[in-house]
């Protein structure tokens, strides 16, 4: 049973650039969220979708959006890129009021 | 706004000793969750407690909530090197609340170095 996949893993851009991260979900699971993590912090929660319609946002300005397809995989989406993006990009996914289950994240490096 | 506090944010100790990780927070919940993160890794699930009063066990941890204190800990018993990461509890709001994403909420994490 494969868990939650990430893509690409690493990342480097250039500030003004943008940037698609993707997830997929663990079979069965419907629920994806994303999460920023700087380092030496906690994860920052961005966006939750559930069903291919968001269910929850965190403070994050509009550069960031995200989507959810049919299949449950997932999309964010960072336009405008700021040095202060470079961080690892977490995609967890679960049922709802269940455990989250995380992928092995995208680190972003904006430069 | 729901706010988390762990302490300590860092701990370093010996083998064989136990020490207790405290988890705080602000706002109602009913859904609490301890992982782990080892350097440059994404984040492993512990325990997700539900309930006044749950206590789960897993090796040499142990996790516990108390709602009514908003508090919950991590109890590590005869640490080995090998428990040695960073600790990280979250919360995710409560139901009733309107808050009906599953959004975590995470502490700035206890990094636990465990010396031999």
């Known amino acids: 049973d494969a868990g939650v996949t990430q893509s690409p893993t690493h990342l480097i851009k250039t500030r003004g650039q943008q940037v698609t991260l993707r997830c997929s979900p663990i079979?069965?699971?419907?629920?994806v969220s994303w999460y920023q993590q700087v380092l030496g912090q906690g994860p920052q929660f961005i966006f939750q979708?559930?069903?291919?319609?968001?269910?929850g946002r965190g403070n994050f300005p509009d550069r960031f959006s995200a989507r959810q397809f049919p299949n449950y995989s997932s999309e964010l989406n960072v336009n405008a890129l700021l040095l202060g993006d470079s961080a690892l990009y977490l995609c967890?996914?679960?049922?709802?009021?269940?455990?989250?289950?995380f992928g092995p994240g995208t680190r972003l490096l904006v430069l | 706004e729901l706010k988390v506090e762990q302490n300590p944010l860092f701990l370093s100790m010996q083998e064989g000793k136990n020490y207790t990780i405290y988890c705080n927070y602000s706002t109602t919940s009913d859904r609490l969750y301890w992982y782990r993160q080892d350097p440059g890794k994404s984040l492993e699930s512990l325990f997700v407690?539900?309930?006044?009063?749950a206590v789960k066990q897993e090796g040499r941890l142990m996790a516990s909530l108390d709602t009514k204190a908003r508090l919950s800990t991590l109890h590590i018993t005869a640490a080995v090197h090998d428990l040695s990461a960073t600790y990280f509890c979250a919360v995710s709001p409560a139901l009733y609340s309107g808050g009906g994403a599953d959004g975590l909420t995470f502490g700035k994490g206890t990094h636990l170095i465990i010396q031999p």
């Open positions: 967890a996914a679960g049922r709802p009021q269940e455990t989250q289950y």
């Open positions: 407690l539900l309930s006044n009063g």
């Open positions: 079979s069965g699971h419907k629920s």
């Open positions: 979708y559930y069903e291919k319609e968001e269910r």
